[in-house]
């Protein structure tokens, strides 16, 4: 019997803006969380993950680390299968790391009972390590470049929502960063390896045009009820 011709594209459900791209991306099991409930290690994965392979003496003269403990924090990170070794790059002596994934995935609203705790660990973790990159980020706010701070936003706003109704709005904004994200997808970047040779006044290369450099975009929501 013929096989029923597979629908067309306009046909098939839209993918869920929220969901992990397996090829990309992590969802994170309850030893993951464990692993990552821990601002240090969080700012160490985002920092792979944002400017590419680096060794435990350079992530440790960025965050004003000693280098021991640098280095255990990656060890942590790389038995959690969260970060690889560069087997391209250093030596036994100076080892180079890098993230096996584009972004971690945790939805709270599928947690187990007996994961409860480690996921509000790594919330309050993730919470501490993007406190931590705002106070790093307010000493270069009067170096950014203007176009860099002209395109910038620091925006606060409070709503009168229900859970539903964030869950909703948490769908449509992670749509928005979906279609802007698959731009990046092998777009040269501005990053540790290709830092020398751009111009770090305009954010150019030598022939003028714009280069694309990681931005942050972060998004929190939660309920104000320390009334």
Known sequence: MAEAPAPPASELPAPDPLAPDP????????????????????????????????????????????????????????????????????????????????????????????????????AQALLLAYSDQLRRLAGTVPLLPDDWYAASVFSDYTLLLTPDELNA????????????????????????????????TNGTEGTGGPVPTPVSVQLQSFPLLDR
């Open 169 to 200: 709005m948490k769908a449509e904004l992670a749509d928005v960063v979906g279609r802007y994200r698959e731009l990046g997808h092998d777009r040269p970047q501005r990053g540790a390896d290709s830092k020398n040779s751009t111009d770090s």
């Open 23 to 122: 090829t990309h991306d992590v969802t994170l099991d309850a030893a993951a969380l464990r692993v990552l409930a821990h601002p240090v290690r969080l700012n160490l994965l985002s920092r792979l993950r944002q400017y590419g392979p680096a060794t435990a003496r350079q992530l440790a003269a960025h965050f004003a680390l000693d280098p021991g403990s640098a280095s255990y924090h990656l060890r942590r990170l790389a038995a959690g299968g969260l970060i690889e070794e560069d087997s391209g790059r250093g030596t036994r002596r100076d080892r180079w790391w890098q993230s096996r994934h584009r972004t971690s995935f945790h939805d709270p609203g599928t947690n187990r009972p007996s994961e409860q705790a480690d996921s509000r660990a790594y």
